[in-house]
């Protein structure tokens, strides 16, 4: 599998949100998205980095962005989450991890000295015409949303 790069065409991908509805690449064409992948709804990091989103939602919505949320957890889990910590963006269900393979979001990982294959923590800022703008490998989970307005 060759390395997802800045300027490449991001890869498509389609799902379902916490609603049931369908969602895939297309549907932000002409938008630009922030495509967040993260392990698991209601976590510490995860809630920490959801919540820099939401502290910071209307800034990236002035400036033309749309925020999806992707993890392996199911669309009820995702509804939950969102209710709990009032997030006004979509989360994405990919149970069957396709979207997260796509986007080179699953991997080995290391806890405590286990090797486990999981969620690697990324984002991808991809612009207008579907191509990849920016890519984050080392997400601050608190400070999220400061490290992509400032990218």
Same mark, same amino acid.
């Given at each position: /599998?060759?390395?997802?790069?800045?300027?490449? *065409?991001?890869?498509?991908?389609?799902?379902?949100?916490?609603?049931?509805?369908?969602?895939?690449?297309?549907?932000? *064409?002409?938008? *630009?998205?922030?495509?967040?992948?993260?392990? !698991?709804?209601?976590?510490?990091?995860?809630?920490?980095? &959801?919540?820099?989103?939401?502290?910071?939602? &209307?800034?990236?919505?002035?400036?033309?962005?749309?925020? @999806?949320?992707?993890?392996?957890?199911?669309?009820?889990?995702?509804?939950?989450?969102?209710? !709990?910590?009032?997030?006004?963006?979509? @989360?994405?269900?990919?149970?069957?991890?396709?979207? @997260?393979?796509?986007?080179?979001?699953?991997?080995? *990982?290391?806890? /405590?000295?286990?090797?486990?294959?999981?969620?690697?923590?990324?984002?991808?800022?991809?612009?207008?015409?579907?191509?990849?703008?920016?890519?984050?490998? !080392?997400?601050?989970?608190?400070?999220?949303?400061?490290?992509?307005?400032?990218?």
């Amino acid at each position: /599998m060759s390395k997802l790069q800045v300027g490449d *065409k991001a890869p498509d991908f389609q799902g379902t949100i916490q609603t049931g509805e369908t969602r895939s690449l297309s549907d932000y *064409k002409g938008k *630009k998205l922030v495509l967040y992948f993260y392990p !698991k709804d209601d976590t510490p990091g995860c809630t920490k980095e &959801a919540c820099s989103l939401r502290d910071h939602y &209307a800034t990236f919505q002035s400036q033309g962005y749309e925020i @999806l949320g992707v993890s392996p957890d199911p669309e009820a889990k995702h509804q939950k989450f969102i209710d !709990k910590y009032d997030l006004p963006f979509d @989360l994405l269900a990919d149970t069957d991890r396709k979207t @997260l393979e796509a986007y080179e979001s699953w991997g080995p *990982k290391k806890f /405590m000295g286990r090797e486990y294959e999981g969620v690697l923590r990324r984002t991808f800022v991809i612009d207008e015409a579907g191509k990849i703008e920016q890519i984050i490998d !080392k997400v601050k989970t608190a400070k999220h949303a400061e490290q992509l307005l400032e990218g």
